[in-house]
């Protein structure tokens, strides 16, 4: 079993490699290969441990510093986190109590109010660089050591350090005794070297979200009470020394009543984050499949929830097998789905979801958490930055895939997104894709921005560069960039590749800017025997036109408007209907004007994108109707 296992990991290693030059010559990213080992004491919540990172410098720059997460330290009252809460307008609601005070209701930041006791920390001691001490500051989240020899170029060191934390209250994400209950979810919990690559450091304090971490091969050793159960990221090594479903067939696993605890031993190749989770009360259930990749469901044993625990394992098997076919092959074979009660957070090789509430809800989160293996795990694109191409993406393949499987199809699967968009813009509080996950002025601003508008992104793909080209860009995408940190503008250049479009101002419009997308029917004016029909662009972002004539004698057309900076035309999307290509429109010229050989009389119905792909936020004046 072990062998296999590491001919997997030389396979994936290999791949990456090879991907590695496939695309660009100048890409570089940093590795890492982390061993610890850690202590956990179940009553006090209290861990120690030990690191070793050796650290790989593939850039061209000299480093003279290096900077480590220290997640937990933002689980303390006064924290930047903590300030945060108190001072945005509308707090995450799981990370506030509500509160009457005067008879009006007030949100109480839950990090103000942890005890000792209860509040987190992680502090680091004995920093070394190859055996020699080195000098380090600890600035809240972050760790700043001050090398005491500088990494050249394609050089490694190595790192060593000793830990010491204390898992908070669960506030969010990580933590301990939830409302449901887990005993541990442990995300973020090991001092993490910050992620290094062409941009500089990204040693971003943890305010709230996201994540950025470096590719690299994990060893983690967890000694905890016997009673507890783990999942978590990586392939458990000693399977037949700690059982709990996790042993091989026939074995019988015996563990000595003297022993008080056990030793997990995980080793994860090429990740670039390690998240485990333990409760004494969890069942594990194990569900092998035909594409190679075993499931493992770790939920309370609470009878309230088991049956939509064991109804959800197939439709996650499902939902994996259509990911695999859409996107591209899940590369590891193990995925944990675990009750971490918390909303719902992505990890690699697993997911922390809340347990409780309906089948539908648990579907849906496993859709969306397990979306982000292909978005932001194997993609490991910068969360903190580019949220929409996490977010966004796995929104997207979310719910096309729901809408797959399931048993009532919807025509656009997605319009209650490009409502929540246009509601967005009419708020006037709509903040560029490019703002930092932690600075928009509102969590609403954040979700859809992040989570809609970059699942439109890929929608209004579909609509420039068609159906075919999309789902292929998709699968070159993942193919070329996964073990890698692509960019926005890896994703455009990779459609553009695909399709042979220019789209660079799509990426600039709709990314950089909060340029809407506004096209109308301005005048249809009637000579003899034709019709002149004039449209108009009121909006400031750019897009072809597709556009459709209903006849009163029951027949239809459909016209294509090229948009000249795009030097594209665009694949029929509904070859039975007869379709006339146009002369392209300049973005310049605000009204473009175009002949019909039929009077006006014979027109029933004039729509600009009747397919409602294209986020137009005025959609009245896209139709005419006599
Ligand atoms: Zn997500």
Redesign the pocket.
């Known amino acids: 079993m072990k062998m296999k296992k590491l001919f997997l990991a030389c396979i994936l290693l290999l791949f990456s490699f090879s991907k590695l030059f496939a695309q660009n010559s100048n890409y570089w990213q940093q590795h890492v290969d982390y061993k610890m080992e850690v202590e956990m004491d179940v009553k006090s919540y209290q861990y120690k441990g030990k690191q070793e990172l050796v650290y790989t410098n593939n850039s061209s720059d000299t480093l003279k510093k290096v900077y480590y997460h220290l997640f937990n330290n933002a689980f303390q009252p006064g924290s930047e986190m903590d300030m945060r809460l108190q001072s945005i307008k509308d707090p995450d609601g799981r990370m506030v109590t509500k509160i009457k005070v005067d008879g009006k209701e007030i949100k109480q930041s839950r990090i103000a109010n942890l005890k000792l006791n209860e509040m987190g920390y992680l502090h680091v001691s004995n920093f070394m660089q190859n055996g020699v001490a080195a000098k380090t500051k600890e600035i809240e989240t972050i760790l700043e050591v001050e090398l005491n020899q500088p990494i050249f170029p394609g050089k490694s060191a190595t790192f060593t350090l000793d830990f010491d934390g204390q898992v908070p209250i669960q506030i969010r994400r990580s933590g301990r005794n939830n409302t449901e209950g887990i005993a541990l979810s442990m995300s973020q919990w090991y001092p993490k070297i910050a992620e290094f690559d062409f941009e500089g450091w990204h040693a971003d304090a943890y305010i709230a979200r996201e994540f950025h971490g470096v590719w690299g091969n994990f060893d983690v050793k967890i000694t905890i009470d016997k009673n507890y159960i783990l999942g978590g990221t990586g392939y458990l090594q000693n399977p037949n020394e700690i059982g709990y479903n996790y042993q091989e067939k026939d074995v019988k696993v015996v563990i000595p009543k003297k022993q008080k605890t056990l030793t997990w031993h995980f080793k994860a190749p090429m990740v670039h984050d390690f998240t485990w989770a333990a409760d004494p009360n969890y069942i594990h259930d194990v569900v092998t499949t035909d594409f190679g990749t075993t499931l493992h469901f770790l939920y309370k044993n609470n009878p309230k929830i088991i049956e939509n625990w064991k109804k959800a394992q197939q439709k996650t098997v499902d939902l994996m097998k259509f990911y695999n076919s859409f996107v591209g092959k899940y590369p590891y074979n193990q995925y944990s789905v675990i009750q971490g009660g918390d909303g719902g957070m ?1 990890y690699a090789m697993c997911t922390l979801i809340l347990g409780e509430g309906t089948l539908e809800g648990l579907t849906g989160v496993i859709a ?2 397990m979306g ?1 293996s292909w978005f932001q795990h194997i993609l490991a694109s910068n969360e903190s930055k580019h949220g929409w191409m ?2 966004g993406f ?1 929104s997207y393949i979310e719910e096309i895939s729901l809408n797959e499987l399931s048993d009532k199809k919807a025509a656009n699967p997605i319009q209650s997104s490009y409502n929540a968009y246009y509601k967005l813009v009419e708020s006037g509080k709509e903040q560029p894709l490019t703002t930092h996950a932690d600075r928009f002025d509102e969590n609403r601003s954040y979700s859809i921005a992040s989570y809609v508008k970059g699942e439109l992104f890929l929608s209004q793909l579909e609509y420039l560069i068609g159906r075919k080209n999309l789902e292929k860009t998709i699968k070159r995408f993942y193919s070329e960039f996964q073990f890698k940190h692509p960019t926005p503008n890896d994703i455009k250049r990779t459609a553009e590749r695909v399709s042979g479009a220019i789209l660079d101002w799509y990426l600039v419009d709709w990314t950089q800017t909060t340029n809407t997308i506004d096209y109308g029917i301005n005048e249809i004016i009637e000579d003899a025997t034709s019709t002149k029909i004039t449209l108009q662009r009121i909006g400031r972002m750019p897009m072809p036109i597709d556009l459709t004539i209903d006849y009163n004698d029951g027949t239809t057309e459909n016209f294509y408007i090229p948009l000249r900076m795009m030097n594209f035309e665009k694949e029929n999307p509904t070859p039975n209907i007869k379709r006339t290509i146009l002369k392209d429109w300049a973005w310049g010229n605000l009204n473009y004007d175009f002949v019909i050989e039929k009077p006006k009389a014979s027109i029933k119905k004039i729509t600009i994108d009747k397919s409602g792909l294209m986020a137009d936020v005025k959609r009245e004046n896209n139709v005419y109707e006599k």
């Open positions: 992505e969306h958490e982000h996490d977010e796995t």
